[in-house]
C-alpha cells in the first residue's frame, strides 16, 4: 500500500507561481509511474502530468504545457509539480496519485486516471484574478 500526501497548494495571483509536493511512503517509489489530477468544483477529475519511473519521460494536458514541470527525486520518494503562469481557470484541487509502471504499456495510459492504483488525499490550488 502506497501512502501519498501532496502539499504546497494556497492562494497565488493569476500569473503567479506555486510548486507542489507528493511525499510517498513507499521504498519502491521508484517503479511507480506518478501522475497528478486536479479537479474543479462541479468538473471531473482531470489528468494534468505524469512522469515515467525514472523520469525519462513526462507528459502534459494540453493546457498547461510550458507552464508546469513535473518532476521526481526517487532518493527522497518525493514527486513535484512546479506550476508558473498561473491562471484562475487553474483553480482545482491537485492530487498526486502512483501506478505500477507495468500498468502502462500504452502511452495513452499514463493520461488514464483508471491506471493509477493510489491516490493522495489532493491539496487546493486558487488561483485569483
Known amino acids: 500500500q502506497v501512502q501519498l500526501v501532496e502539499s504546497g497548494g494556497g492562494l497565488v495571483q493569476a500569473g503567479g507561481s506555486l510548486r507542489l509536493s507528493c511525499a510517498a511512503s513507499?521504498?519502491?517509489?521508484?517503479?511507480?509511474?506518478m501522475g497528478w489530477f486536479r479537479q474543479a468544483p462541479g468538473k471531473e477529475r482531470e489528468f494534468v502530468a505524469a512522469?515515467?519511473?525514472?523520469?525519462?519521460?513526462?507528459f502534459y494536458a494540453d493546457s498547461v504545457k510550458a507552464r508546469f514541470t513535473i518532476s521526481r527525486e526517487n532518493a527522497k520518494n518525493t514527486l513535484y509539480l512546479q506550476m508558473t503562469s498561473l491562471k484562475p481557470e487553474d483553480t482545482a484541487v491537485y492530487y498526486c496519485?502512483?501506478?505500477?509502471?507495468?500498468?502502462?504499456?500504452?502511452?495513452?495510459?499514463?493520461?488514464?486516471?483508471?491506471?493509477?492504483?493510489?491516490w493522495g488525499q489532493g491539496t487546493q490550488v486558487t488561483v485569483s484574478i
Open positions: 513507499e521504498r519502491t517509489f521508484s517503479n511507480y509511474v
Open positions: 512522469i515515467t519511473w525514472g523520469g525519462g519521460s513526462t
Open positions: 496519485a502512483a501506478g505500477d509502471s507495468r500498468g502502462f504499456y500504452y502511452s495513452s495510459s499514463y493520461y488514464y486516471r483508471g491506471a493509477y492504483d493510489y
